[in-house]
Structure formats: structure tokens, C-alpha cells
């Protein structure tokens, strides 16, 4: 079967870096997505990796290694607007999205 | 400015009524989806159409149908077979890459359906 795992929740403290992990096991690949979605609003376009290494956007990167099956999000500077959960998403090879449940990052002050 | 709504945002019905969430985009985006959110679940995708008059099944079809009429409307019916309605809907657009696939999906800002 197609499974993406994340971590359930995590807890950061604001000005500080957290890296999201993102598993995945999927019948083909066609690209990983990182959305974030604040609570009960729509998920938001965070970035997307289909080659393996890192890809920086300002405060965000993402990482992925297409032989693991692995990718991560990275959060630097965290502000208290970045609280929300993330969620990982695969493409898979019919181009359908596999989602993962995502994380909910907490961040404190 | 571009976009894709959804209405109401809050919907209320009575079990076995049917209902019918609307979902418009002015993106001319050709593919166009509807998910299911649950606590501590992934989307789910119900239907999903890339091209007028077409439309696929997803993972959750069951107790669920649409229609496109029009490149830019997708609407979802609930319908009283569906066993557990309450949940929040999300409506997605995207283009058609040129690799035969689908390209970054755009979400609406979601419509939470509750039954009582």
C-alpha cells in the first residue's frame, strides 16, 4: 500500500529551527509537496522537490532523498505566525497526491 | 484577483438530506479536486476532473457525485448514502503539466459540513 508517515506534533521555541520529517512509500514518485495549513483555514503551497538536495525558499527549506524515501521541511527563525500543521504530500505515478496526516507544530514563546 | 471560493464556509443539515458544496475558480486552471479532512487524517481525495464534462472517482467516492459543466465550477453533492458527512471540504485547482501530470494544486478556503 501507498503510506506517507510525519510526526504527529511538535513543540519549538520561537527564534529557534525545527526540521519536519516525512517518510514515504509510494508506487512511483512524481514530486513531493510540503503545504502548511493553519487551523481550520486551507492548506497553503509551501514547495515542492522532485530532485534529490535542497531547495531554499527565505526561511524554509526542503530536502528530499529519492532513495530513502525521505524528505524533511526546515523552519529557521521561527516566528509565532508558524505555528499550524504541515503536511507532506507525494505525488505518486498517476500523478494522484498521497497526503500525509501532517504535523502540528506548536511554537512558544 | 485569481482565486478559488468556496461557500458557505459553515453548513449545517439534517442526516438524510442531501446537500451541495460549491466550488469556483477563476485560474482557468483545467484540473480541479475535492477532499475530505478529518481529525488526524490525510486528505482524501473524493472526485477529481481534468477536463469539462469528464470526472474520475477518487478514494472516497461512495455517497458522493459531481459535475462539470463548466471549466470553472466543480461542485460537490453529499448525498444522504454517504454513512459519516461531518467533516471539513476542500476544493483544489490545478493546471495540466506538460509532463502529462497535474502541477501544484491551489486550494479554497474549505467548506465545514456538519449533519445532525
Known amino acids: 500500500g501507498q503510506n506517507i508517515d510525519q510526526p504527529t506534533e511538535m513543540t519549538a521555541t520561537e527564534g529557534a529551527i525545527v526540521q519536519i520529517n516525512c517518510t514515504y512509500q509510494?508506487?512511483?514518485?512524481?514530486?513531493l509537496f510540503w503545504y502548511q495549513q493553519h487551523a481550520g483555514e486551507a492548506p497553503t503551497f509551501l514547495s515542492y522537490n522532485v530532485l534529490d538536495g535542497l531547495e531554499e525558499k527565505g526561511r524554509f527549506s526542503s530536502f528530499l532523498s529519492r532513495s530513502k524515501g525521505y524528505s524533511y521541511l526546515l523552519l529557521k527563525e521561527l516566528q509565532m505566525k508558524d505555528s499550524a500543521s504541515y503536511l507532506c504530500?507525494?505525488?505518486?505515478?498517476?500523478?494522484?497526491?498521497?497526503w500525509g496526516a501532517g504535523t502540528k507544530l506548536i511554537i512558544k514563546p | 484577483d485569481g482565486g478559488i471560493t468556496q461557500s458557505p464556509k459553515y453548513l449545517f443539515r439534517k442526516e438524510g438530506q442531501n446537500v451541495t458544496l460549491s466550488c469556483e475558480q477563476n485560474?482557468?486552471?483545467?484540473?480541479m479536486y475535492w477532499y475530505r479532512q478529518d481529525p488526524g487524517q490525510g486528505l482524501r481525495l473524493i472526485y477529481y476532473s481534468q477536463i469539462v464534462n469528464d470526472f474520475q472517482k477518487g478514494d472516497i467516492a461512495e455517497g458522493y457525485s459531481v459535475s462539470r459543466e463548466k471549466k470553472e465550477s466543480f461542485p460537490l453533492t453529499v448525498t444522504s448514502a454517504q454513512k459519516n458527512p461531518t467533516a471539513f471540504y476542500l476544493c483544489?485547482?490545478?493546471?495540466?503539466?506538460?509532463?502529462?501530470?497535474?502541477?501544484?494544486?491551489?486550494f479554497g478556503p474549505g467548506t465545514r459540513l456538519t449533519v445532525l
Open positions: 483544489a485547482s490545478s493546471i495540466l503539466s506538460d509532463r502529462g501530470g497535474t502541477d501544484t494544486q491551489y
Open positions: 485560474l482557468n486552471h483545467d484540473a
Open positions: 509510494t508506487s512511483g514518485f512524481n514530486g
Open positions: 504530500a507525494v505525488a505518486d505515478s498517476n500523478y494522484q497526491l498521497i
